[in-house]
């Protein structure tokens, strides 16, 4: 059973299978491996050692980093779970809302004091900041002015720890990362969104080479590897990564253009970002938890509360969905909205 604090993932992992329309998943659907030219074999994996330098070795070649900077993990919910494990110890962790729940329910979990603002008069050496690029649940890159401001501290010591997951939607040539932009700057990502692989839990943490040594010791306290198999395909998808890139450029736009046309349809404030999901507010009437649940028993439709991300009276809008669902789900949240406007 999950925590209490866990909501978002309750909800989906708890309605998700009886949804009509899911629109809450974030990451693409899974593909079809052997058809990108993924080796499944367990026999060849088995033939082989060293998955997980191998993997690391990948990482750090499309980052422009050494091996040593590179510490795998289970998945992005581990990474986050040893970043502010070894870095977080003592200090306030400050998170701007709204922000992807686990950036702010594991530093609680954890004992941590919890801020949403950034502006602090906490020394700097006391805090440890948060934040995701693209943001969750906006779907929005963060401001690089903003952004700067917010590194600054740490040339004084403060940690910075960005959440990357959903930036190589912002389709670059090659990933890019807030990495040694600034001292103390430690990022993380998985191979869950963007490549569909969520079944496969493989993450990373990009740190100074210090830094990940410290966050590799709290690791094998935690978890010892990494399956070796799932880093095996997972390093074979970043060899091919140009194939999974055109993948998730095309389900993105197919998607994005039938996001734009319920926007218009509904009046509704939204702005899309990079990220395949975005923050739709309503101002006025239930809770989010309520217009979600209350959206879910009358359609079918299944969305996520706002508040799960600290956004009260709105909900995730996520189009990873395969396009006929996707079109009609969104026709079915188009006419409630119309039939509860008042």
Same mark, same amino acid.
């Given at each position: 059973m999950r925590p209490a604090n866990d909501r978002l993932f309750s909800w989906i992992l708890g309605l998700g299978p009886k949804a009509r329309y899911n629109l809450t998943s974030s990451g693409l659907g899974e593909p079809d491996l052997r058809a990108m030219g993924i080796d499944t074999s367990f026999e060849r994996f088995a033939a082989e050692r060293d998955h997980e330098q191998i993997f690391a070795k990948?990482?750090?070649?499309? @980052? =422009?980093?050494?091996?040593? &900077?590179?510490? %795998? /993990? &289970? !998945? !992005?919910?581990?990474?986050?779970?040893?970043? @502010?494990?070894?870095? !977080?110890? !003592? $200090?306030? *962790?400050l998170v701007p809302l709204p922000n992807y729940g686990p950036m702010f329910n594991v530093p609680k979990a954890l004992g941590m004091e919890v801020g949403a603002t950034l502006s602090t008069t906490a020394k700097a050496k006391e805090t440890i900041f948060g934040l995701t690029d693209p943001n969750n649940p906006t779907g929005l890159s963060l401001d690089e002015e903003a952004v700067e401001t917010i590194t600054r501290p740490s040339q004084h010591g403060s940690p910075v720890f960005i959440n990357?997951? @959903? $930036?190589?939607? /912002?389709? %670059?040539? *090659? %990933? $890019? /990362? =807030?990495f040694a932009r600034a001292e103390n700057i430690v990022v993380c990502s998985t191979m869950t969104k963007f490549y569909g692989l969520g079944r496969l839990r493989v993450g990373w943490v990009i740190a100074d080479k210090a830094t990940a040594q410290k966050i590799l010791y709290a690791k094998w306290a935690v978890s010892g590897h990494d399956s070796e198999y799932s880093l095996w395909i997972a390093a074979q998808v970043l060899k091919k990564r140009k194939r999974f890139v055109e993948r998730a450029r095309l389900i993105r736009s197919r998607n994005i253009s039938l996001v734009r046309k319920f926007i218009e349809e509904t009046g509704l404030p939204v702005e899309l970002g990079a990220a395949p999901f975005c923050l739709v507010r309503y101002g006025r009437g239930p809770s989010s938890v309520e217009f979600a649940t209350a959206l879910f028993e009358k359609t079918g439709v299944l969305v996520s509360p706002g508040d799960f991300f600290g956004a009260p009276r709105a909900f995730r809008l996520c189009f990873t969905a395969e396009e006929e669902a996707l079109r009609a789900g969104l026709g079915e949240l188009s006419g409630y909205l119309r039939r509860t406007s008042k």
């Open positions: 990948e990482v750090a070649s499309l @980052y =422009h980093v050494e091996p040593q &900077n590179i510490v %795998p /993990t &289970n !998945g !992005g919910s581990e990474a986050i779970f040893l970043v @502010y494990s070894v870095l !977080g110890a !003592g $200090r306030t *962790a990357e997951t @959903y $930036r190589e939607f /912002t389709f %670059p040539e *090659a %990933p $890019r /990362t =807030h």
